[in-house]
């Protein structure tokens, strides 16, 4: 096959997004294309008079017709020249390819329509206002995730002296029955219940409450309406329970010493101020995640655009793909789960369309915008940026090629843009920016 590039590969316009182009294949690729095809499918093919596999392709043209090795031709000699009609014209293609092919003695003409991305326009994106979330840390929160710490540093004890407590962790033998017959599910041994954590329905835990080490008793409760087993919602059960284990969980006392063995701080007052800083951080992060998704939300409201069909379908699609593989690594199976949902493939895509609709005007939005500001990338941010995701993912920059290349620097534009805007931004009280919503 030549390797000579094209050099003149027309261009039509056909409509807003959707453009033509011609390639021009030299008949000899073409050939050469439609011999890769002959010895491809040969062995498929049975002529009479021929052993299978060994009729000429001459007779098989004339009995099938010149077209019949057609598609796997322009599968050899198509990928190379399109490619190069894209980089050529500096295409952003959103669409698969529709070909059509004309054969003539002098040359092939491959005719190909492919959607583009669409260049969106946005104005009045500086200054825009926003809801500052809350970011204060409140004495409880502090208070809770210590209390979480101590949690995991509780010395558990077993209990021989009292009946049992809220707080305790009784461990029980049980048995449930509805109708006098024991149901499925209803039974355990040797099982750890908190007390007064609410893990088991209606009264049980309150019922353990005040019981001793190897006592036998019934607890008697009914299951709620709302029960996630039809079967079992609203019906009285007892269930024959045998208490055999006490255990009390004592916390650690929240002094200088439990700062040191959990942390790097000597005083317990240090400790509780790192914690609280963390708090901190973590509400300002959120709260800047939270502040740069409302305002791409409203460029999202602003931008002028169209966007093609396929590439909302592709969108679609791809989010549907990931769906369907978060549900799947949950360990159930896709099509299951859609008759659990009472729903098909295409039911799953039109519930997914309109969140694929809004991520596709977030990003046309904001691309729009790195536009307008003339966002460039350097070859010394790209580099670093290249150097923070072989390090974030364990990978080798080697592996960033072309195509790798072009969606990061996209990327890193994006995330300039988004920048701009939120330094723009101006914070306002919710009621502020409602009112200056419905007065628009």
């Known amino acids: 096959m030549t390797d000579s590039p094209q050099t003149m590969v027309p261009l039509e316009q056909v409509e807003e997004n959707l453009v033509k182009l011609t390639l021009t294949i030299d008949p ?16 498929k093919i049975t002529m009479p008079g021929f052993r299978k596999g060994r009729a000429p392709r001459k007779m098989i043209e004339v009995q099938y017709g010149k077209e019949f090795f057609y598609e796997d031709a322009l599968d050899f000699v198509f990928p190379k020249a399109y490619q190069a009609a894209v980089k050529l014209h500096e295409l952003d293609v959103v669409s698969s390819p529709e070909v059509d092919i004309d054969v003539q003695d002098d040359k092939v003409l491959i005719y190909v329509e492919v959607h583009t991305r669409p260049l969106a326009e946005i104005d009045g994106y500086m200054g825009l206002k926003y809801t500052d979330p809350d970011r204060d840390v409140t004495d409880e929160e502090v208070k809770a995730e210590i209390d979480k710490e101590r949690e995991k540093n509780a010395r558990i004890t077993t209990i021989e002296d009292r009946a049992a407590i809220d707080g305790d962790i009784a461990v029980i033998d049980f048995e449930g029955f509805i109708d006098d017959e024991p149901f499925a599910g209803g039974k355990g041994e040797n099982f750890e219940l908190t007390l007064g954590s609410g893990s088991f329905i209606d009264t049980f835990e309150e019922q353990i409450v005040g019981k001793s080490t190897g006592d036998e008793f019934d607890v008697n409760v009914t299951f709620p309406e709302e029960y996630h087993a039809e079967e079992f919602a609203g019906k009285p059960a007892i269930f024959k329970v045998k208490l055999h284990e006490i255990k009390h969980k004592e916390l650690p006392a929240a002094d200088n010493d439990f700062a040191q063995e959990v942390s790097e701080f000597d005083t317990y007052s240090e400790y509780e101020a790192s914690i609280s800083q963390g708090i901190a951080d973590r509400k300002n992060e959120a709260a800047e995640t939270a502040i740069e998704n409302e305002l791409v939300k409203t460029l999202s409201e602003m931008v002028q655009v169209n966007i093609p069909v396929p590439m909302l379908n592709h969108e679609t699609d791809r989010m549907l793909r990931d769906f369907a593989n978060r549900v799947q690594a949950q360990g159930l199976d896709f099509g299951r789960y859609m008759q659990m949902m009472n729903t098909d493939l295409a039911g799953m895509r039109d519930m997914h369309k309109e969140q694929a609709r809004h991520n596709l005007l977030c990003r046309l939005a904001v691309e729009a915008v790195a536009r307008k500001e003339g966002i460039e990338i350097s070859d010394d941010e790209y580099s670093a940026e290249v150097d923070r995701m072989a390090a974030l993912y364990g990978i080798e920059r080697e592996h960033f090629g072309d195509d790798e290349k072009d969606a990061i620097i996209a990327d890193m534009k994006v995330k300039k843009a988004v920048a701009i805007v939120r ?11 409602a009112d200056e919503g419905n007065a628009g």
């Open 423 to 433: 330094a723009a931004a101006i914070a306002g009280k919710v009621e502020e920016v």
């Open 28 to 43: 000899a690729d073409f050939e050469e294309g439609l011999q890769h095809s002959y010895l491809k499918n040969r062995n």
